[in-house]
């Protein structure tokens, strides 16, 4: 609170627009290549990230496994607990919540103001907004710069509801606020962080309602992927309201009342609280986007060709606020695309980006490249293997074998055009594939790869291995078959 603005310099090679990943990973980089940097946040340094993002909600995440962990110990012959109590183990949610606090003030030094001062980064806490093609204003300062960056990320989109807002919910940046356990919690959005919350709170005790206007759950994964995490979801207790549009939203005197129309025809819903993660919209409001010449597009993010320039060619953006997905690590790769094209003279493309992605439900779905259904969507004709991991003897010896892994080749060679990983650990796996891709290694390459005994990457070597076996055809087959009759003499 007592942090005081520098003195602005004459002019900056840039001037960044939001401290969350995109503009801090920008503005270090910058600044250790000798670019004199500002950096301007009107917030929280950190971002959605660090306050109310990936930070807290893999550490909640990480309590609520524990809690799924100890009630299904008995599986593995340990008992928990005192006699038989078929309850389980006792949550202590507001303790969970104070250890998730701690962690992220712990990891929030890494991002503070102090520390890229010292990194030799200008920071200014205030609004900031464009005067001029070529400047910033920000608390009563000016900052000319040569080139700028736009990384305000994204905030959650809040559906048009008729008695939503008079009712009240939390969304992904205020759930963390919590200190008590919703008894009843209806979760609005089954994509990746609707099915995470939804799974974590009914992991804490919660009776969890997951509502989602599409007939089944995280609509951007193949089919069969996502049938397994609503499995998941279900044996921890979340009731699914699928193909389910939400009419109406009435306080109680108890809570909230939802009023649904579904494929069943209409039913209420009762609850305590309402978790809004239907999506996220960019943070462009109040940065003066007209002055410095940017138009927006339709989704309402700053235009921006394929190498992150705006519309005014002194301005990028990067991260969240860009629209399309909305990865931390993506905003960082962002962030190295425009460094090279702000202040060098680079042709960096964000489409020549291999960017993995994983949903962290148990189990994590994880992917890269195209699955099978955008695959299809975009004409290519591909083959698919697939290793089940109820065949992988780690996954078995843990009893964690629900899912499986699987790679998509070009039809005619071992090209691999993308990858689907549903398990415990997919977003760890996942690497290998990414990997692979960005550095053209082949199917058939993978298969060398010696993977230790035992591990889930082995589905992956089981995979490489499928693949070869398709490589030796009826005549080579006939070939090593007389082959091998004659070294038997």
């Known amino acids: 609170?007592?942090?005081?603005?520098?003195?602005?310099?004459?002019?900056?090679?840039?001037?960044?627009?939001?401290?969350?990943?995109?503009?801090?990973?920008?503005?270090?980089?910058?600044?250790?290549?000798?670019?004199?940097?500002?950096?301007?946040?009107?917030?929280?340094?950190g971002g959605d990230c660090l306050n109310t993002g990936c930070v807290p909600?893999?550490?909640?995440?990480?309590?609520?496994?524990?809690?799924?962990?100890?009630?299904a110990a008995g599986r593995l012959g340990v008992r928990t607990g005192e006699g038989t109590r078929a309850d389980g183990p006792r949550v202590d949610f507001a303790g969970a919540m104070e250890r998730m606090r701690k962690v992220r003030a712990e990891l929030a030094a890494h991002d503070s103001a102090a520390r890229f001062r010292d990194l030799g980064v200008d920071v200014f806490l205030g609004e900031g907004r464009f005067t001029a093609k070529d400047a910033v204003d920000v608390e009563g300062a000016r900052l000319r710069f040569a080139r700028a960056v736009i990384a305000t990320g994204a905030r959650p989109a809040v559906p048009s509801v008729p008695g939503l807002a008079e009712a009240g919910f939390v969304t992904s940046e205020t759930v963390f606020e919590l200190t008590a356990l919703p008894a009843?919690?209806?979760?609005?959005?089954?994509?990746p962080l609707g099915c995470e919350l939804a799974q974590a709170f009914a992991r804490f005790g919660a009776r969890v309602v997951l509502i989602e206007v599409e007939d089944r759950l995280l609509s951007e994964e193949d089919a069969d992927a996502a049938e397994i995490v609503r499995d998941a979801l279900a044996a921890d207790g979340v009731e699914h309201a699928l193909g389910a549009r939400l009419i109406h939203v009435e306080r109680t005197p108890t809570g909230q009342c939802l009023a649904l129309d579904g494929p069943g025809g209409p039913r209420s819903v009762d609850v305590d609280a309402i978790l809004v993660a239907v999506g996220r919209t960019p943070n462009v409001a109040g940065l003066g986007l007209d002055a410095a010449g940017v138009a927006l597009d339709a989704n309402g993010a700053p235009r921006t060709d394929d190498h992150?320039?705006?519309?005014?060619?002194?301005?990028?953006?990067?991260?969240?606020?860009?629209?399309?997905?909305?990865?931390?690590?993506?905003?960082?790769?962002?962030?190295?695309?425009?460094?090279?094209?702000?202040?060098?003279?680079?042709?960096?493309?964000?489409?020549?980006?291999?960017?993995?992605?994983?949903?962290?439900?148990d189990p994590e779905v994880a992917g890269v490249g195209h699955n099978l259904k955008s695959a299809a969507a975009a004409g290519l004709r591909t083959r698919a293997?697939?290793?089940?991991?109820?065949?992988?003897?780690?996954?078995?010896?843990?009893?964690?074998?629900?899912?499986?892994?699987?790679?998509?080749?070009?039809d005619e060679s071992d090209a691999i055009v993308g990858a689907t990983i549903v398990g415990r650990h997919a977003g760890e796996s996942i690497s290998l594939v990414t990997l692979a891709i960005e550095?053209?290694?082949?199917?058939?390459?993978?298969a060398?790869?010696?993977?230790?005994?035992?591990?889930?990457?082995?589905?992956?070597?089981?995979?490489a291995?499928?693949?070869?076996?398709t490589r030796i055809g009826p005549r080579a087959k006939g070939l090593l078959e007389r082959w091998m009759a004659w070294r038997r003499h």
């Open 57 to 71: 909600s893999k550490a909640l995440l990480a309590s609520a496994r524990a809690a799924a962990a100890v009630r």
């Open 439 to 446: 550095a053209g290694i082949g199917l058939a390459d993978l």
């Open 1 to 45: 609170m007592d942090w005081k603005n520098p003195a602005p310099a004459p002019r900056y090679n840039l001037v960044v627009l939001g401290a969350g990943t995109a503009g801090l990973v920008t503005a270090a980089g910058a600044a250790g290549l000798g670019a004199r940097v500002a950096l301007v946040e009107r917030g929280l340094m």
């Open 465 to 469: 291995d499928q693949y070869q076996r």
């Open 308 to 361: 992150l320039r705006t519309t005014n060619r002194r301005v990028y953006a990067a991260g969240d606020v860009v629209g399309g997905r909305q990865f931390t690590h993506l905003a960082d790769a962002h962030a190295r695309v425009v460094i090279r094209n702000a202040l060098f003279p680079g042709s960096a493309k964000a489409s020549a980006l291999t960017i993995p992605s994983c949903t962290f439900t």
């Open 385 to 410: 293997f697939v290793q089940p991991f109820d065949a992988v003897d780690r996954a078995r010896l843990e009893g964690e074998d629900a899912g499986f892994a699987r790679v998509l080749v070009e």
């Open 184 to 191: 009843r919690l209806a979760v609005l959005g089954g994509g």
């Open 448 to 463: 060398s790869v010696v993977h230790p005994y035992p591990t889930r990457a082995q589905a992956l070597g089981a995979i």
